[in-house]
């Protein structure tokens, strides 16, 4: 049985591709495909790790200043 909550990089890609518009050439795909596998790795391992709430210092927005 397949596990629905399972992160496809490929089947993300084509959706991402139709919902942002952004074309990504065929020859691209696999590249962008291994990326986003790896960022999904990162993620869980990041969502795996025990962290005390009190203890996150959470960093400021980035905000550009006008010249």
């Given at each position: ?7 496809d990089p490929q ?10 518009r952004i074309p ?44």
């Amino acid at each position: 049985m397949p596990d629905e909550n399972r992160f496809d990089p490929q089947v993300y890609l084509e959706l991402m591709q139709t919902v942002t518009r952004i074309p990504i050439r065929e020859e691209w795909k696999a590249g962008i495909a291994q990326h986003l596998a790896t960022a999904a790795k990162m993620a869980e391992i990041a969502d795996a790790a025990e962290i005390d709430p009190n203890t996150i210092d959470l960093a400021n927005v980035f905000q550009v200043k006008s010249p």
